[in-house]
């Protein structure tokens, strides 16, 4: 049997980091896209050379022709620019709107049967704008920001448990910026909700809402740190964590922008929700209860996220 195709569309930071982990985790063959000539050749040459050395045998291809995504099972998108000091993701939403147009009707004409998970920011209006330029089915068109966001909540929990980190459980939902909502009650060490860790004195209420910001402002801290671009090695394994259950089928439950309609008290929209990865692509959204103070924080970010895809609609009026 063939490969599965692997097809990233921007070969920049992020998309280098995943053709990486692609082929060292044997996912299938990749190409990298990007319209930047030479740059997806020489990392697509440059990491099937690290081939004998970790020995995988996937096939590596780097390209700016649309052509050679032909067929790809799964497509990553991080074409576009990253946010540098200062900058907010929503600033991002102009120049990486005509980016996703592009990308989009690539994708529509050359991989419409992909499983498609997008990385560019601001993210959940990007992913709602990748659905409707691409006309591919809304469960095949997914964004990734909650993996991530979860991963460093748990990352940033295991240091104040002195814990695994694989014994900790975390859900962020919500849109992918300053309003995401991390769910404390929702997480658990070793199944204990973190709400239990405080009053068995594991933390102080304190700690755990300084972590809780921390996890809001875990992209600024990174970009505040590098300078020059964003997070990229954790924000590339997210989305290799996502399309990994999508080729092996695996059911795994993850937090991603997905198109919610009737879960949540939601009618159409994408957003950051709990969600089922299968073979299907999102087979399903979870429907969890929120008690009132996490609803309120849920909905302000559902409307953050609301005002970026109207600011979408207003750049282009092709956008329903
Ligand atoms: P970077 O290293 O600049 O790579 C972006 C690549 O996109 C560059 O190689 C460009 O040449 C390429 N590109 C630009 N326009 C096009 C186009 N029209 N078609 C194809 N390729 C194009 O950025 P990065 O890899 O660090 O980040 C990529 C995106 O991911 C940015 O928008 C970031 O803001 C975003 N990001 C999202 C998260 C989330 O958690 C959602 C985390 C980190 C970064």
Not at 63 to 79: E, F, K, L, P
Not at 241 to 261: F, N
Request: proline letters at 4%.
């Amino acid at each position: 049997m063939a490969r599965p195709k692997i097809a990233l569309i921007g070969a920049g930071q992020i998309g280098g980091t995943l053709a990486h982990l692609a082929a060292i985790k044997e996912l299938g063959d990749v190409v990298l896209f990007d319209i930047a000539d030479g740059v997806p050749q020489g990392k697509a040459l440059d990491i099937a050379e690290s081939g004998p050395s970790e020995g995988f045998d996937a096939a590596l291809k780097g390209t700016t022709d649309y052509a050679d995504i032909a067929g790809a099972d799964v497509c990553i998108v991080t074409a576009g620019v990253p946010r540098k000091p200062g900058m907010s993701r929503d600033d991002l939403l102009g120049i990486n709107l005509k980016v996703m147009k592009s990308v989009g009707e690539g994708i529509r004409d050359n991989a419409p049967d992909a499983f498609v998970i997008c990385i560019t920011n601001p993210l959940d209006a990007m992913v709602w704008a990748l659905q409707q330029y691409s006309g591919l089915p809304a469960e095949k068109v997914v964004g990734m920001a909650g993996v991530l966001d979860s991963a460093r909540f748990r990352h940033f929990l295991s240091l104040e448990f002195d814990v695994s980190m694989k014994d900790v459980t975390a859900f962020v939902l919500g849109g992918h910026g300053d309003t995401m909502v991390p769910l404390t009650r929702y997480s658990t060490v070793g199944g204990i909700p973190l709400p239990d860790l405080v009053d068995m004195g594991w933390t102080t209420q304190d700690k755990l809402d300084a972590i809780v910001q921390r996890t809001r402002d875990g992209g600024a801290e990174i970009v505040g740190l590098l300078k020059t671009g964003s997070a990229y090695y954790a924000p590339a394994t997210s989305a290799i964590e996502m399309a990994e259950a999508y080729l092996k089928d695996q059911k795994r439950l993850l937090p991603c922008a997905a198109w919610v309609d009737g879960a949540l008290g939601l009618k159409g929209m994408y957003v950051g929700v709990p969600t089922i990865i299968g073979a299907g692509g999102i087979e399903r959204v979870v429907d969890i209860k929120l008690d009132r103070a996490e609803q309120e924080m849920f909905d302000k970010s559902v409307e953050a996220v609301r005002g970026l895809v109207e600011a979408c609609k207003g750049i282009d009026e092709t956008l329903a």
